[in-house]
């Protein structure tokens, strides 16, 4: 039995996508896909709201994630941490060979702006990572706060993570002034892992020219060769190019102010449940995710029993991740979910529970 996908990622996939991956394939040095490459380009500088490069890696996010590192860390990397994603870029950071410290945030709680603001004074830091949507804790730190701060310091070069946030709110590249914007596309993007999208304005790139140890498979110079024909370094995942290409314009089909009203929509749906049942929320409410939501366990539930009879009834249910697994449970409402599917989850959860 095929399970639906009620986990922070990945989530299920439409079957219109799926089609769009069988579409017979061509050669990555073809006309014809510099074509398809050029037409998704252009349509993510619509939907990141820039005018800069986007670059397309077969990878993880995490793949670009260490290659933003090892492309614009110089002296010293601020990694602020705020959970299991955050803390282990600080690891990926260190264990690139660069000087870095984290400035670490308890699990739950937001990055703020005077948080940052206090660190980046220090004048230490010419470079910063921050995950804008930490998965792991169901966090959305206020990205539109952190680039003003980001703003104040031109010296340190900003790299953002927005794996699990993108597309699913306004996160305007260019008006925020990010340097680099970094997300995969298996969770709001509703696609099959395996594809990493990113961003790299002038600025960082011209940080890239001076960096020794960039590597090349990930090596942000070379991107923008390629780039410049339409193409990528090496041998890209054309089958996932054509997977985004399809679902790129379903996004602009529903439209971008109704894809995120469903989102802040789903989200209201699921933070009013978790509240009726008695549960808290991990992060404050200012704070919390509009992809998925971190509820804490306050009724002491058995969640790895609660987990099992959610798959005998074909549901995947998230118990908790790393340190809080069994202390709290994430539910997803992103990419492709619908209320009503978002309610009949909701709904076998509720009766789950009082089997329990």
Not at 136 to 162: H, K, N, Q
Not at 298 to 307: E, I, P, S, T, V
Request: charged share 25%.
């Amino acid at each position: 039995m095929r399970k639906k996908l009620f986990i922070p990622g990945p989530i299920d996939v439409s079957p219109e996508i799926l089609q769009a991956m069988a579409t017979p394939m061509i050669g990555h040095r073809m006309k014809e896909y510099a074509i398809l490459h050029k037409g998704v380009k252009e349509k993510l500088k619509k939907l990141l709201f820039t005018d800069g490069r986007v670059f397309l890696s077969t990878s993880s996010a995490f793949g670009v994630m260490e290659g933003a590192v090892r492309n614009l860390v110089g002296t010293r990397c601020a990694n602020f941490c705020n959970g299991a994603f955050s803390d282990k870029w600080h690891d990926v950071t260190r264990r690139c060979g660069k000087e870095a410290d984290a400035i670490k945030v308890e699990w739950g709680q937001p990055i703020t702006p005077e948080l940052v603001d206090r660190t980046l004074a220090t004048g230490r830091y010419d470079s910063l990572t921050v995950i804008h949507n930490e998965s792991s804790t169901g966090v959305m730190s206020p990205l539109p706060e952190l680039a003003e701060v980001f703003r104040r310091y031109p010296d340190v070069v900003s790299i953002v993570d927005t794996v699990s946030s993108m597309s699913a709110l306004k996160i305007p590249i260019d008006e925020l002034g990010i340097d680099c914007c970094i997300f995969g596309v298996q969770k709001a993007f509703a696609l099959p892992p395996g594809l990493a999208v990113f961003t790299a304005n002038e600025r960082a790139l011209e940080r890239a020219k001076g960096m020794e140890g960039r590597g090349y498979y990930f090596d942000f110079l070379e991107f923008a060769t390629n780039d410049d024909k339409d193409n990528t370094p090496s041998t890209p995942n054309i089958s996932a190019i054509y997977a985004l290409d399809c679902q790129l314009d379903r996004i602009f089909t529903e439209g971008l102010e109704p894809r995120w009203e469903r989102h802040r929509r789903m989200a209201g749906m699921v933070r009013e449940w978790v509240a009726g049942q008695g549960f808290g929320f991990l992060p404050d409410e200012p704070y919390r995710s509009l992809t998925l939501t971190c509820a804490t366990n306050a009724r002491n539930l058995d969640l790895a029993k609660l987990k099992g009879m959610l798959g005998e009834k074909g549901y995947a249910f998230d118990d908790g991740y790393g340190k809080l697994k069994g202390k709290t449970f994430r539910i997803p409402h992103m990419g492709d979910m619908q209320p009503e599917g978002i309610r009949e989850f909701l709904d076998c959860l509720e009766g789950c529970m009082a089997a329990l």
